[in-house]
């Protein structure tokens, strides 16, 4: 990693100053934490959340420029990302208020890399993380950013500095995820693509991992620990899935294939639920073997550009035409099917026996998982800019009983 301290200092500079005071940064009885993108362990579910039934706005806060990243909640605090200017040169995170949305801070950095993206996508496309300790930042420049909670600038670099031909003409997607100390990245894409881990400490490299030159907005997930395993990640890519040491960057177990390179997989135990071919369950291999057992596949259960929702041993997966389906885990078998209104880019979430999905006309929809054929409990619409033709585009969070969503323009905190 190069060192530019004076580039740090000049965008640590931009921070503007806290607009209050900030809360207190240990969880209370009003949330649960929600650290990444699809929650706790990447999988779409929450332990302890509960979903409303009949969802009703709680308040909304408003939000600078374009960002289709999820919110994240630490304790009190609702973090999100957020890009502005006339080519999303202005980064930013802001955190909220959990209760009420009042804005605690706000901070600006300058994008160091490219800023082109398709159009309805932009620079905010990644979903931050928290290590439970501080917050990192990722966007589709290629800028990095470690934030404590009150909103001081910890590190920064610049990946396009080190990496220069790493970019997508129609921007970069992918969510970083913490895996013990280490935060990991997928900067993939047909030129230069690599995944890093990095010390979330320092900032500094841990390891690096040469990638498939393909394009690719799938994020790594964390595997379920295991007794005498080490901690590890879950590569995907169109040339197939690995597992790595996310302390080392050793390679661990993989499989070739075609996997998706938009809708990312999901873990429990010993079971991967991979997104290829449809879904696909991969049996976790012992230590010391290199490739994992197929255990089965189905073509007819289509996550399409969404990611899979694995809630009570149950997976849950929406395609492009808006339908709901519900299959078992343990051959793939499908349940029901329940057609919502669509269509969806973001990826449902669930706790207990409640999904929420929110489809890109910013209509919210909670779905009773229990019933027999499934059934949509309730409905909220909300509001969206027509001038700006806004669209809803991020996968909701979850934290206490409330769901967190944002378009460009809001937040919306829902409750019931």
Known sequence: MRAFPLLSLFLSSLAVASVASAASTTAGPLTTDWPAFRGPVSSGASPSAEIPSQPKIAWSAKLPGRGLSSPIIIGEKVFVTAAEGPDQERLRVLCFRVKDGSQLWERQLLATGRTMTHAKTCVAANTPCSDGKRVFALWSSNDLAAFDFEGNLLWLRGLTADYSNASNSLGMASSPVTVGTTLVVQIEN????????????????????????????????????????????????KEGVCAVDAATGKTLWQLAGNASTMSSGVALQDVVYLPASGVTALGVPALGVSE?????????????????????????????????????????????????????????????????????????????????????????????????????LCTPALSGGRVFVRTDSTLWCVTQ
Request: aromatic share 6%.
């Open 190 to 237: 047909d030129s230069e693509s690599y995944a890093l881990g990095i010390d979330t400490n320092t900032g500094k490299n841990l390891w690096k991992l040469e990638r498939p030159k393909f394009a690719n907005w799938s994020s790594p997930v964390p595997l379920p620990a295991r007794a005498g395993f080490p901690a590890a990640v879950l590569l995907q890519s």
């Open 292 to 392: 994992p057992q197929t255990l089965w596949n189905a073509r007819q259960i289509n996550p399409s550009t969404t990611s899979p929702l694995l809630l009570q041993n149950r997976l849950f997966t929406v395609n492009n035409a808006g339908i709901l389906t519900m299959a078992e885990t343990t051959a793939g078998d499908i349940k029901w099917k329940l057609r919502l209104v669509g269509p969806f880019s973001g990826s449902p979430v669930g706790a207990g026996d409640r999904i929420v999905l929110i489809n890109e006309k910013a209509l919210l929809q909670v779905v009773n998982a229990a019933a027999p054929e499934g059934e949509v409990l309730g409905q909220l619409q909300l509001p969206l800019n027509e001038a700006t033709k806004e669209l809803s």
